[in-house]
């Protein structure tokens, strides 16, 4: 166990690190507040992180299991528009472990069908055409409408959307090798409600690039406990010692883990900082009392003594 007088160093080296952090100085009326999450993680870190194919049935859910099988083989398996697993992510099979990657490896001309709607109007009003709900689509169908859905009213109303899942103004068909639809490539329906609103169907045909996106799987541990040191190695973000902490903020940790969660405002207290900053959060401590804004740090995996946590910050300005 370290002397006393090395904790007294540590303190004394935290002390002046954070002496410069904005969110220890008050002097403004507005409030804000520094909310840590610490959870304790049941079992090993390594049976947390795994990825697996997933086992609903739809054409992406699909595409994703072929990729996956293909690339734990050892075998080549190219999808087009799309990552067809997800980047970075470890994966099991047959005892051994692997990390995915996707791979751009070139791009490709295909034909796509692209739907898009135009807004048509209030479903109850006089005149407006009859239409299909959304809800009687098939699945794919039911997909493709909503972010068209999404992209029409922006045009409509002059607003927003959520645009990373409108594709070309609407919706782009990549799947329809695996399912069929009403609406692509030749529309059955005219007309679509959406939320008791009409909206006329147009498909197009559509020569895209398509970014070629290759499935490739990294083996990096053949056992159980092998695997258990790469998660810990790549996914661990702070490494803390209770021991070389000083008696507050080593007490403080207790709290938070029983509680699982604690909130400061600030002026935040020195045990708060010490413990924020050793979990790996000292970037956001600089933040000026009357200049922070609302931020959720993402969850990170911390090791305390040994023990694997996940921890997240989140900064309320306007508490």
């Known amino acids: 166990m370290p002397s006393t007088s090395r904790r007294a160093f540590i303190a004394a080296a935290a002390t002046g690190a954070l002496a410069g952090c904005s969110a220890f100085r008050g002097g403004t009326d507005r409030t804000t507040e520094f909310t840590l ?16 194919p997933p086992e609903r049935d739809s054409p992406f859910a699909a595409v994703r299991r072929d990729a996956w099988q293909a690339a734990v083989a050892g075998e080549r398996y190219t999808n087009y528009g799309y990552p067809a697993v997800p980047d970075g992510e470890y994966t099991a099979h047959d005892g051994e472990y692997y990390q995915l990657h ?20 209030d479903a109850e009003a006089d005149g407006t055409p009859e239409a299909t709900p959304r809800e009687a689509l098939p699945p794919i169908d039911r997909n ?39 609406l692509a490539p030749t529309p059955a329906h005219d007309h679509v409600s959406v939320h008791d609103t009409v909206l006329a169907v147009d498909v197009s045909q559509e020569t895209l690039v398509e970014p070629a ?48 969660r604690h ?43 040994g023990d694997h946590y996940q921890a997240s910050l989140s900064i309320d300005a306007d508490a």
């Open 37 to 52: 999450t610490l959870r304790s993680i049941d079992g090993e870190l390594s049976e947390h992180v795994l990825w697996e």
């Open 102 to 121: 996707d791979v751009v490896t070139g791009s490709e001309r295909i034909e796509r069908s692209v739907l898009r709607l135009t807004w048509v109007g």
């Open 144 to 182: 493709a409408v909503m972010p068209a859905y999404f992209a029409a009213r922006a045009r409509e109303h002059d607003g927003g959307a959520p645009w990373d899942a409108v594709e070309r103004g609407g919706f782009v068909y990549r799947h329809l090798d695996r399912i069929e639809s009403e």
């Open 213 to 260: 996106h290759t499935a490739v799987a990294t083996r990096v541990a053949t056992s159980e406990r092998g695997f258990e040191q790469v998660a810990d190695a790549a996914l661990v973000e702070a490494r803390v010692s209770l021991s070389t902490l000083e008696t507050e903020a080593r007490e403080l940790f207790g709290r938070v883990l029983t509680r699982e």
């Open 263 to 305: 909130t400061e405002s600030v002026p935040l207290s020195d045990a708060y900082g010490t413990l924020l900053t050793e979990l790996g959060f000292r970037d956001s401590l600089d933040c000026a009392p009357d200049s922070c804004r609302d931020e959720l740090v993402g969850r990170r995996y911390v090791a305390v003594d």
